[in-house]
């Protein structure tokens, strides 16, 4: 049985030496790892964890640890083990960037490139909101007076300007690569009524076709506590109060899955 767990969190790159980092650790996908030793014993032959270096690694023979840093690296990852491997789940943990810099600039550069733009153009250019917000758009991406981000940016910029990209969702790509695989999703929210957390991580699900989501609001995450709920299709659920109930639920859970379907 071969399980591949994404875990920690991601960073995109402003230049050469700065990033934009979030706040994964890795500790939910390394105890999930363990979880599936020691449950699945020696029916688990390989645990593929890609994480960013720095994050926590379970220390497991079986374990192949793939090292990734940005939303592009953790997606050529994934498609490659999806592609080239028979893996019979996928924990998708990490806490990915939802968005990744594009371009570096300054307020005074930005105002420069802005000028030189508007001149031609009479106030009837901009009727409504949004032909404005579609040109400013337009001038962030066109801006030609842009930083040079093969290098370090340095420390005496004042009023640095940051333009991002959305990223693609990589969940997707799991079961269009691997119809049959297990598939746990996670969705995380901030000061929710639980309602609206649970609708939410069902549209994961939904959205996704995975066969479990994690669901958690990161004001029931601290120091020893990590509530969570790990739905099901048909909208059922079960309560977890820690990290560790977490992943003993998941890897329990997805056995169960696996064994009963007859997906090895």
């Not at 020696?42 to 940005?70: A, F, M, N």
């Not at 028979?86 to 005074?108: L, P």
Request: net charge negative; proline share 3%.
């Amino acid at each position: 049985m071969k399980i591949l767990i994404t875990a920690g969190g991601t960073s995109e790159k402003i230049d050469q030496v700065r990033r934009i980092a979030n706040t994964g650790t890795g500790r939910l996908g390394s105890l999930t790892a363990e979880e599936f030793v020691r449950q699945g014993g020696t029916k688990i032959e390989k645990i593929y964890y890609v994480c960013e270096p720095g994050s926590i690694v379970p220390e497991l023979d079986c374990v192949e640890v793939i090292p990734t840093h940005d939303v592009d690296e953790v997606g050529d990852a994934l498609e490659k083990l999806l592609t080239q491997e028979k893996i019979d789940a996928v924990i998708h943990s990490m806490a990915v960037s939802d968005y990744a810099v594009e371009s570096v600039t300054t307020a005074e550069n930005l105002a420069a490139f802005l000028a030189d733009r508007l001149f031609p153009f009479g106030p009837e250019k901009f009727e409504s909101k949004g032909s404005l917000a579609e040109f400013l758009a337009a001038c962030v991406r066109e801006n030609d007076r842009v930083l040079d981000r093969s290098r370090k940016v340095g420390s005496n910029v004042g009023n640095l300007m940051l333009c991002m990209r959305r990223t693609p969702k990589l969940i997707g790509l799991v079961k269009a690569l691997q119809p049959s695989t297990v598939l746990v999703g996670f969705k995380l929210l901030n000061g929710v009524e639980k309602q609206e957390l649970l609708d939410a991580g069902y549209g994961v699900l939904e959205k996704n076709s995975c066969d479990l989501v994690l669901a958690n609001d990161l004001t029931e995450i601290s120091r020893g506590r990590h509530a969570g709920y790990l739905l099901s299709p048909g909208r059922t659920w079960e309560r977890f109060e820690s990290k560790e109930e977490i992943a003993k639920g998941i890897a329990g859970k997805v056995l169960s899955l696996i064994d009963r379907e007859g997906r090895r």
